[in-house]
């Protein structure tokens, strides 16, 4: 972590004026990760963005920037390529092999042509290259978002298992099934991150818009009610249990791959 100390001494960097251009309200309670080691750099975008409403989280090198934004808690990763222990690069085409989809966008201080193609062919969404203007690095995050979102309506399929977020209709193998509201969020997250493992804070931050430390069994007894729903009268199994880690949904096609339990 970078130490507070260093934060805090830091000379503030002028923030450039809000731009008062429409879709701000894009940013308003987005989850950004922002993986920088220059403290500086980081605060001074941590800042610029929690004014727009972003709630910002930093991280000060490549692996512990892995290991955050492979939870699917954010909704955009703001995430420099110059980094200790690992650079954004690698980051970035080791998130998109574990296929986390949530948007990058790459910093760099090479601004050669090279590094743009590498950058984009390792699963980037956008870059930007420093020095950059604070309204280039909003702009850009409210183009990626717009483009998120337009996404966000697109059906969703797993093996056989049909969620349409517009029609809010669920059905597997041409079965309809009828969830609660709670259930319908539930299985959403699940099939947003097909394959990838969700931990039980991960859910409740996602499906309750909270944090349960203490009662993360009501995030079990969701997984129960719709495992009987989704699953348990039909095959294969999509939803697994993955011992002191949390919950996957496996697509058919990739569920020899991993170790994870079914209970
Ligand atoms: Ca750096």
Redesign the pocket.
């Known amino acids: 972590m970078v130490p507070l100390s260093l934060l805090s001494s830091a000379p503030p960097l002028p923030l450039p004026p809000s731009p008062s251009l429409p879709f701000s309200f894009i940013l308003r309670e987005m989850r950004i990760l922002v993986v920088?080691?220059?403290a500086k750099m980081a605060g001074f975008i941590k800042r610029g963005l929690e004014e727009e409403g972003s709630v910002v989280d930093i991280s000060p090198d490549g692996q512990d920037g892995l290991f955050r934004a492979s939870s699917g808690a954010y909704d955009l990763i703001v995430l420099?390529i110059?980094?200790p222990l690992m650079d954004g690069l690698e980051v970035c085409r080791k998130l998109r092999e574990n296929r986390v989809s949530t948007p990058i966008l790459l910093l760099t201080a090479r601004d050669s042509v090279d590094m743009k193609v590498s950058g984009l062919d390792s699963g980037a969404d956008d870059y930007l290259t420093k020095p950059f203007a604070f309204a280039e690095l909003l702009a850009r995050i409210r183009a990626l978002r717009r483009r998120d979102r337009a996404e966000v309506n697109l059906r969703l399929q797993v093996g056989d298992l049909i969620l349409d977020p517009l029609t809010r209709r669920v059905s597997r193998g041409n079965q309809p099934i009828t969830l609660t509201s709670k259930e319908f969020a539930l299985l959403e997250c699940f099939m947003r991150h097909p394959d990838q493992v969700l931990s039980r804070t991960v859910l409740s931050e996602n499906v309750w818009d909270e944090a349960f430390d203490s009662l993360t069994n009501v995030i079990d007894v969701y997984v129960n009610y719709l495992r009987n729903k989704v699953d348990r009268n039909f095959s294969p199994k999509l939803i697994h249990t993955v011992r002191g880690a949390g919950y996957v949904m496996r697509r058919p096609e990739t569920a020899g791959e991993g170790a994870a339990e079914n209970e």
Do not use: M, S
């Open positions: 920088e080691d220059e420099d110059t980094l």
